[in-house]
Each structure stands twice: as structure tokens, then as C-alpha cells.
């Protein structure tokens, strides 16, 4: 805290540590050093690069079949008896998965598998 709100200094800075006395040795600072680990940002490249498509592909298709059956994720999601977020979620890309049973209980609200909920759908000409 920068002192009272009553006083006319205020805004003053304090002193944080007092200074070393003489012959005393200030304390170390941290010292960055090679860390042992591999770099998490270059594991989850190698290991979630393959698998991010898949998950956008059935995440189009998810998409297609809403907009093919006209179900909107409020009503569609009070039918089934789930969380709207839980499909907002999924649609956004906030979460990569619906929770165990969303899928089953959606699907058998728009009386369908669950696999063809998923399922990509060829482009009719």
C-alpha cells in the first residue's frame, strides 16, 4: 500500500527493503537456468496438431446438420435436457468435446445417432 488515504503525502513511495548492511552480502537474485523439461508449446504442437483438425471437421458437421434440421441451440438443448452452453461451447470452439451423455441425449432429441450428427454430408450440385 502507498500509506494512508488521509495523508498529504500519499502517493509517496516506500522504501520496499532496507540496503545491506556493511560486509553483508544482498541476497540472490534468480538466476534463469536451461530447464530439464521439454518446452510444453513444442510437445503440444507435435502431439494436438493432427487431432485439431479432426475435432474442426466434426465441428463443420455438427454445424451442417443444425443448419440442415433448422435447430437452433436453445430450443434444441431444452429438448434434450443439456446446457445450452454446453453446445455454444462446442460451436465456438471453447471446448473440444461435449461432456459424457450431451451427445446421446441431442441426438435422440432430433431422433437421430449420434454418429450422424457428426457425419459429413457430400455437397449436392
Given at each position: 500500500?502507498?500509506?494512508?488515504?488521509f495523508d498529504r503525502n500519499?502517493?509517496a513511495?516506500?522504501?520496499?527493503?532496507?540496503s545491506p548492511?556493511?560486509g553483508?552480502?544482498?541476497?540472490?537474485?534468480s538466476v534463469?537456468r536451461?530447464?530439464p523439461?521439454?518446452?510444453p508449446?513444442v510437445?503440444?504442437?507435435?502431439?494436438a496438431g493432427?487431432?485439431?483438425l479432426?475435432i474442426?471437421?466434426?465441428?463443420?458437421?455438427f454445424?451442417?446438420f443444425?443448419m440442415?434440421?433448422?435447430l437452433r441451440?436453445?430450443?434444441?438443448?431444452?429438448?434434450a435436457?443439456?446446457p445450452?452452453g454446453?453446445?455454444?461451447?462446442?460451436l465456438?470452439?471453447r471446448?473440444r468435446?461435449?461432456?459424457p451423455?450431451?451427445?446421446?441425449?441431442?441426438a435422440?432429441?432430433?431422433?437421430?445417432?449420434g454418429?450422424e450428427?457428426?457425419q459429413?454430408?457430400?455437397v449436392?450440385?
Amino acid at each position: 500500500m502507498l500509506g494512508s488515504p488521509f495523508d498529504r503525502n500519499r502517493g509517496a513511495v516506500i522504501a520496499a527493503a532496507p540496503s545491506p548492511r556493511p560486509g553483508q552480502v544482498p541476497p540472490a537474485t534468480s538466476v534463469s537456468r536451461p530447464c530439464p523439461r521439454p518446452n510444453p508449446q513444442v510437445l503440444m504442437s507435435e502431439v494436438a496438431g493432427a487431432r485439431g483438425l479432426e475435432i474442426g471437421e466434426h465441428r463443420e458437421a455438427f454445424r451442417a446438420f443444425m443448419m440442415a434440421r433448422g435447430l437452433r441451440p436453445s430450443q434444441w438443448a431444452k429438448m434434450a435436457g443439456v446446457p445450452v452452453g454446453e453446445i455454444l461451447a462446442y460451436l465456438t470452439g471453447r471446448q473440444r468435446f461435449f461432456s459424457p451423455g450431451v451427445a446421446e441425449r441431442l441426438a435422440h432429441a432430433a431422433g437421430v445417432t449420434g454418429e450422424e450428427m457428426f457425419q459429413r454430408r457430400p455437397v449436392q450440385k
